[in-house]
């Protein structure tokens, strides 16, 4: 699978959030960039998910999936 937008982590993370989250806001700790996680660049082929910001490419967030516990890392958002 190639990139996609945040809308493909739509589904997860209203499992682990409860709530609609696409419509979230974040501003990238690198460059500055606003925007929601809907419009986030999403790759989903490797051993868990990465979303990157659209301007600089800095990774934001990370989800993986380990023994049926989700782990979240921002890195990137400030």
């Given at each position: 699978m190639g990139i996609?937008?945040?809308n493909?982590?739509?589904g997860l993370m209203h499992d682990l959030f409860a709530r609609d989250m696409t419509t979230v806001g974040y501003k990238c700790g690198s460059c500055g960039r606003t925007g929601v996680l809907a419009e986030m660049m999403v790759y989903m082929s490797?051993?868990?998910?990465?979303a990157r910001c659209r301007?600089?490419?800095?990774i934001?967030?990370?989800?993986?999936?380990?023994?049926?516990?989700?782990?979240i890392d921002t890195p990137?958002?400030?």
């Open positions: 996609v937008d945040g493909a982590m739509a490797g051993p868990g998910t990465v301007d600089c490419d800095a934001l967030v990370m989800l993986t999936e380990r023994r049926g516990m989700y782990c990137g958002l400030a």
